[in-house]
């Protein structure tokens, strides 16, 4: 058994060390989206079993005049988004925004630059009336900032369920984060998947084309890349659950087989027994007592929301 080296290199570097040297065995989700990665992504959110995109999208689109409503203020706001992407749902929000000639500007954070440029680029395009500032970062970097801004109405903006990917404590603390950086004149607008049937949840996450496979497996081919070892993806096996109960579906990567990997940038060897795991992602399914619960423990509450038909996504808006 190796010591742990003193000295890491990245927090990548420390946080697979930790994880492959826990037992149970685990890697951070957060560190699936590299540059192929967050293409993987992009496809995930075409497929057809991945309902949450066209619910969130149907809902914006339903409920476009209602929220924008709710966000206007005289005397203008901004509009932030947290984890913007490609911007493809909220377009339907800016579009509308903009016929109504409301006064706002977008800004948009994102952890990739390359992915805000084209962002930008695209609504150049396609929306020039808007007038957009995108900024860099991670949420918790650029969240502090917030509260610097101007005194104009702040509305935050975070779509998609990506806090779905936080327990619920850590949940709680990026809501209060985003709480402390509010005034009581702000919104924070949320999408939370819904608790739902177990099989339409378990498909999302499982698809039949490997998508979500390559995904998951992007953590071990991204170790691969960056700090030269030797995984061999096909000795792993994709794995989903979901538990009805708590509403928390989970990703796992199985060894096949009894194996060693080496991670020679950690100087590791890492040792699999068959049908060992490591868990990867979770993927949080809600309904409105937890959301309200979460939301109360981190100082801010409902005031209202928006559903699809199905009630399969909801998309909530608070205030302090
Ligand atoms: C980006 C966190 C919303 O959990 O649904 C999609 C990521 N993982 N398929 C989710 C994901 C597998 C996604 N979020």
Redesign the pocket.
Known sequence: MKTTPTTFQSAFEEDVYKGLTSFPKYLL?KY?YDKKGDKL?QQ??EMPE?Y?TNCELNILEHHKAAIAEIFNKEGGFDLIEL?AGDGKKTKILLQHLVAKKYDFNYLPIDISQHVLEELRDSLRNEIPEVKVKIQQGTYFKTLENLADYNNRRKVILVL??????LLHENAINFLRNIQKAMNFEDRLFMGF?QKKDPQKILD??NDKTGI?EA??KNLLARINRELDANFNLDNFKHWETYNPETGT?K?YLVSRVKQKVAIKKLELEVCFDAWESIHT????KYDDAVVAWLAKEAGLEIQSSFQDQDNWFKNYIFRK
């Open positions: 989700s699936i992504f995930i959110m991945y949450l984890g998609g369920s990506n806090i779905g990917n998947d999302a996450y979500t995904f998951n579906a990703s992602e979770i993927s949080q």
